[in-house]
T-cell receptor, first 113, second 114 residues
Framework: DGGITQSPKYLFRKEGQNVTLSCEQN?????MYWYRQDPGQGLRLIYY???????QKGDIAEGYSVSREKKESFPLTVTSAQKNPTAFYLC????????????FGDGTRLSIL | AQSVAQPEDQVNVAEGNPLTVKCTYS??????LFWYVQYPNRGLQFLLK??????LVKGSYGFEAEFNKSQTSFHLKKPSALVSDSALYFC????????????FGQGTELSVKP
């Protein structure tokens, strides 16, 4: 079955620690996205990538980093510079044409220890 | 600037009654519009989209949406609500040549009571 896999489902971060969230897709989509979801704030775009080895900042990129070394993979690192990392993180992918929907993974919930 | 507004944080309906979840947008040019549903601790699931053509769009699970260009609205509707429709609903808009990027509304919590 084609889809997007996010792991882990739950993640805990200690103070000063970097953590990496995994996102893998087998839909052959060119574009991939990371969103942060907080209660009452909808989805906010962190980073996106439209092609391998290239990515752009979204609306709230500070304290986060990404890489896109393979078409299928778009990991997100939450660095120690992100002072309020507790949130639900969603990865999505799509073809580049804007008339097609994004497909979402089931998310990673990050909490602070 | 592009934006999407969902004016109601929560909508409550009785099972069997019709439901409407409202969405308005602000974007220059012709938008592509989407509705998604999210169940607790899950990702977003695509329900339906408007690209062009007929203003009434039918989607998954009996949902439909009506595009109104003059009112810049794209309200989600269902003739008869089910308890299992209770979830968080998001409206989103993209533009031509935006490479698939979406702008999301804040979300509306739909609660259907038996």
């Amino acid at each position: 079955d084609g889809g997007i896999t996010q792991s882990p489902k739950y993640l805990f971060r200690k103070e000063g620690q970097n953590v990496t969230l995994s996102c893998e897709q087998n839909l052959n989509h060119d574009a991939m996205y990371w969103y942060r979801q907080d209660p009452g704030q909808g989805l906010r775009l962190i980073y996106y990538s439209q092609i391998v080895n290239d990515f752009q900042k979204g609306d709230i990129a500070e304290g986060y980093s990404v890489s896109r070394e393979k078409k299928e993979s778009f990991p997100l690192t939450v660095t120690s510079a992100q002072k309020n990392p507790t949130a639900f993180y969603l990865c999505a992918s799509s073809i580049l044409q804007g008339n097609q929907p994004q497909h979402f993974g089931d998310g990673t919930r990050l909490s602070i220890l | 600037a592009q934006s999407v507004a969902q004016p109601e944080d929560q909508v409550n309906v009785a099972e069997g009654n019709p439901l409407t979840v409202k969405c308005t947008y602000s974007v220059s040019g012709n938008p592509y519009l989407f509705w998604y549903v999210q169940y607790p601790n899950r990702g977003l699931q695509f329900l339906l989209k408007y690209i062009t053509g007929d203003n009434l769009v039918k989607g998954s699970y009996g949902f439909e949406a009506e595009f109104n260009k003059s009112q810049t609205s794209f309200h989600l509707k269902k003739p008869s609500a089910l308890v299992s429709d209770s979830a968080l609903y998001f409206c989103a808009v993209s533009r031509i040549n935006q490479g698939g990027k979406l702008i999301f509304g804040q979300g509306t919590e739909l609660s259907v009571k038996p």
